[in-house]
């Protein structure tokens, strides 16, 4: 079974400026999430997705920030304007069903720095 | 509260030896507290999970330690391996995929 894929793995953009992260989760999870994981802390939940509709976004900088998952499956996260203390791991993950939704499945992460 | 405390922030063991990290929560809703192991440039895998009505839980070297009343859980990896050495995340479950992570304990083992 494929893991969680992620894309790009590695990001160098300037303050002021937009980048989007792609990820395509496991094969039938309907749940996906965004985590931001800043150096030295613990992942933080950005976005929750159910299906293609979004399940909590009360983290999301939603000024800077967008997510969407379009059709269900891949998703895509945006920053735009970048800052400087957007530089972080945003990490992707996935669930299968609620029962067991402490068990997620992650992807490698994409690595952005901002400067 | 929703933070989950972890402690400590690093830990260094020698091989064969036994590494325990503690968590502290406040928030008594949460109904799930899983553990995950991270590898350099690679996501966290969960590694072990236990709910709140169960004192104990082993899988292989890997040992939950519940207390409820205190409000604290432990993880204890036996005969620790150089393989072990990675950053070790506890979190809490609110339900519904909710995790809130504490903030990791890096772990080295030596030969």
């Known amino acids: 079974e494929a893991g969680v894929a992620q894309s790009p793995r590695y990001k160098i953009i300037e303050k002021r400026q937009s980048v989007a992260f792609w990820c395509n989760p496991i094969s039938g999870h309907a749940t996906l999430y965004w985590y931001q994981q800043i150096l030295g802390q613990g992942p933080k939940l950005l976005i929750q997705f159910q299906n293609n509709g979004v399940v909590d976004d009360s983290q999301l900088p939603k000024d800077r920030f967008s997510a969407e998952r379009l059709k269900g499956v891949d998703s895509t996260l945006k920053i735009q304007p970048a800052k400087l203390e957007d530089s972080a791991v945003y990490l992707c993950?996935?669930?299968?069903?609620?029962?067991?939704?402490?068990?997620?499945?992650f992807g490698p992460g994409t690595r952005l720095t901002v400067t | 509260q929703q933070q989950v405390k972890q402690s400590p922030q690093s830990l260094i063991v020698q091989k064969g030896g036994i590494s325990i990290i503690n968590c502290a929560y406040e928030n008594t809703a949460f109904d799930y507290f899983p553990w995950y192991q991270q590898f350099p440039g690679k996501g966290p895998a969960l590694l072990i999970a236990i709910r709140p009505d169960v004192s104990e839980k082993k899988e292989g070297r890997f040992t939950i330690s519940f207390n409820k009343s205190a409000k604290q859980f432990s993880l204890h990896i036996m005969d620790s391996q150089p393989g072990d050495s990675a950053t070790y995340f506890c979190?809490?479950?609110?339900?519904?995929?909710?995790?809130?992570f504490g903030t990791g304990t890096r772990l080295q083992v030596f030969p």
């Open positions: 979190a809490a479950s609110l339900g519904a995929g909710k995790l809130i």
């Open positions: 993950a996935s669930s299968l069903v609620a029962a067991t939704a402490y068990e997620q499945y």
